[in-house]
């Protein structure tokens, strides 16, 4: 038996240990649940973050696709838009742009991609028998689409204007096969004349600071007071900064022998015709020696024989005949 105030120490001893139990229970039940919300959101914060990239690069790739719609704009009615997404590295294997091309019997091929080592990535390049003969590799820094610009745009299948400045396209050897390659992407078909009303717009290239500025800019052609017109530039769109990532260039060989004419193409040489500086043709005729003395001329009192240059003539022509007999 326990006296009463044993009792009572007891029971306190008791309540102290109780009280404490619950006080290390809820201490862990306070760090279990931080442990468990820190968990929680730090998993939140990783699906929300993956979801930021796929949007940003959902973005990003609808952004490329748009370079190519906007360029597709530009080269109507000469090109061929593919829509469906396929999984195509240049660089590693160009069969599949050498089927396409064959498919579509086009020469000149823009690419567009994007994934985290490239970018907004544009690849342009062409084609030589339906093999690639170069490619170039851009990096899409900053866009502005067609739609974005509100302004009047040119005609569908409207030739443009090619304008290059800047030196390193005449210093820098990729700088300069890239000025090649828009040129034959940009230029349209050959035209024997040029009418001033169809001088519609241009494109304009600026290579500078290790970056290429590409702008689009229509022409306006504005009453002057004299016969020459004055002209105005209104921007269109798209327009482009463009950084040079990589390039794979053709060997000077092939470069050459791609530049090379077919005989079947070769305009024929037309002989004793030549041309001046202003276009006028002249022609060479080639006749046999003439004999003028029988040449007949008007005939005057003047210009009559004497007797005696009659009697020498047929004294001379009497030779002849006993000659050839």
């Known amino acids: ?112 991609s994007h994934n985290k080592k490239r970018p907004n990535n544009l690849v342009i390049g062409r084609m030589y028998d339906y093999h690639v003969l170069d490619m170039i590799e851009l990096g899409i820094e900053k866009f502005v689409s067609l739609k974005d610009v509100k302004n009047s745009k040119c005609p569908e299948g409207t030739k443009p204007m090619l304008i290059f400045a800047g030196d390193d396209f005449d210093v820098t050897e990729d700088y300069r096969r890239l000025k090649n390659l828009l040129i034959d992407f940009f230029r349209g078909p050959t035209v024997s004349n040029i009418r001033l009303a169809g001088l519609e717009y241009v494109l304009h290239f600026t290579a500078l600071n290790g970056k290429i500025y590409f702008r689009s800019y229509k022409l306006l052609l504005k009453k002057s007071g004299c016969r020459t017109p004055r002209i105005e530039l209104e921007e269109m769109g798209p327009s482009l900064d463009l950084v040079l990532r990589r ?79």
């Open 1 to 112: 038996m326990h006296s009463p105030l044993e009792s009572n120490i007891v029971q306190d001893e008791k309540e102290k240990v109780i009280n404490q139990c619950k006080n290390k229970s809820s201490r862990w039940e306070k760090e279990w649940r931080q442990r468990i919300s820190a968990a929680f959101l730090g998993q939140l914060d990783e699906q929300i973050r993956k979801i930021a990239e796929k949007m940003q690069f959902k973005k990003n790739l609808t952004s490329t696709t748009q370079v190519l719609r906007d360029v597709y704009a530009l080269k109507k009615p000469y090109g061929v838009l593919y829509k469906k997404k396929n999984i195509t590295r240049p660089f590693e294997d160009q069969t599949s742009l050498e089927f396409f091309s064959k498919k579509s019997d086009c020469s000149l091929f823009m690419f567009g």
């Open 247 to 325: 390039t794979r260039l053709a060997s000077d060989d092939l470069y050459k022998l791609s530049m090379k004419m077919p005989k079947a193409l070769k305009p024929k040489k037309k002989k004793n015709v030549s041309h001046d500086t202003f276009g006028t043709t002249y022609g060479r005729i080639h006749m046999q020696k003439q004999d003028l003395s029988k040449l007949q001329t008007r005939k005057m009192k003047g210009l009559k024989k004497r007797p005696a240059e009659r009697i020498t003539e047929d004294q001379e022509k009497k030779s002849k005949r006993i000659k050839k007999n």
